[in-house]
């Protein structure tokens, strides 16, 4: 009995915290089933996932890819961000959306340390006072791991990135052209047309005429445009069986983040000086690593850069095994 304390005072703890730290259940049950040895073994290091979007989660990867890293021996907890798809969660607002996105991911990522301070006390562990995490982000992620690294620098051990997407301008450009000719494929030339026009007249930032341009690729069919991201078709069904219901894609949560989010400028700001490493797809359509290496040496002082072969957007769930993890 006594085992099972620490368990369901962590518990207590979540549920007296609310719904915004949103870390897995199952997580709490590994940390909860290793108390016993805690003693004669190291907690287990934890990776703090961030996922794309605006408008996705991490609910594809908690099947796809958490049981890989599960299987290093490494604890993976991923934050979703806020949507009005989700009764759980940091609520969801039109007004200040990606405001209130980077708020999500400290409470979340707040709660996560606060958690694992609570069960290292409650358990005695020794050696591991230190509470230090790797984020890992895909994609639009990356705008939050800056947040997260700038406010919290002494609990991050390590950073890694997938197909970043500081440069936000370059990749809604790349995204808008494969709708665009997506459409023409299928024969909507009309509407192809008008996106390539809207291009043309578009500038930084996330303004009304960009919204017009996404609303019309939005005709392209959500599947056939995600086959460009990806390497096997097989692993993009799959991803998208988990795309459903509260964690489906949430067209609200990406319009409304977008809008409200601040142009992305080069700047010299002070530089994020954590290791961290990031590996591009080859084959990546949407984030082309020459449009990106700028911004990220831009943010990181020590950033490595690695580029996967054969691999496209979402190379850390097609290709975990290529990565360096710990």
């Known amino acids: 009995m006594n085992r099972f304390i620490p368990f369901i005072l962590s518990m207590l703890f979540v549920i007296a915290q609310g719904p915004s730290y949103a870390f897995e259940k199952y997580a709490l049950e590994t940390y909860a089933n290793e108390s016993h040895n805690c003693q004669r073994s190291s907690v287990r290091p934890l990776v703090v996932f961030l996922p794309g979007g ?6 594809p990867e908690r099947s796809l890819l958490f049981p890989y890293l599960e299987s290093l021996g490494l604890s993976p907890i991923g934050i979703d961000e806020p949507s009005q798809l989700r009764s759980s969660g940091f609520p969801f607002t039109h007004e200040n959306a990606f405001h209130h996105y980077l708020v999500n991911a400290k409470k979340s990522f707040l709660g996560i340390l ?3 301070k609570k069960w290292i006390e409650s358990n005695h562990c020794r050696n591991n006072s230190k509470i230090k995490v790797t984020l890992v982000a895909h994609s639009f992620g990356v705008h939050a791991v800056v947040y997260l690294a700038k406010k919290f620098p002494k609990n991050i051990k390590k950073i890694i990135l997938f197909s970043p997407g500081l440069n936000i301008d370059n990749s809604d450009k790349n995204i808008l052209t494969l709708a665009a000719n997506g459409l023409a494929s299928s024969g909507d030339y009309e509407t192809s047309v008008k ?16 919204l017009e341009a996404f609303t019309l ?10 086959t460009n991201y990806w390497s096997s078709f097989e692993n993009l069904s799959k991803y998208f ?3 459903t219901g509260a964690f489906a894609f949430d067209p609200a949560s990406f319009f409304s983040v977008r809008l409200s989010m601040p142009i992305v400028k080069l700047s010299p700001n002070q530089k994020i000086s954590i290791p961290t490493i990031t590996y591009f797809g080859e084959n990546d359509p949407v984030i082309v690593r020459s449009n990106e290496i700028p911004y990220l040496r831009n943010y990181f002082k020590h950033n490595k850069y690695k580029v996967l072969k054969n691999s496209k957007h979402y190379s850390h769930i097609e290709f975990p095994e290529l990565v360096r993890w710990r």
């Open 195 to 210: 996106i390539f026009q809207l291009m043309n007249e578009l500038q930084p930032g996330f303004n009304q005429k960009k």
């Open 241 to 243: 069986s988990f795309l």
């Open 114 to 116: 606060q958690h694992q």
């Open 54 to 59: 605006p408008g996705f989660n991490s609910n």
């Open 217 to 226: 690729a939005s005709k392209y069919e959500p599947l056939l445009l995600f």
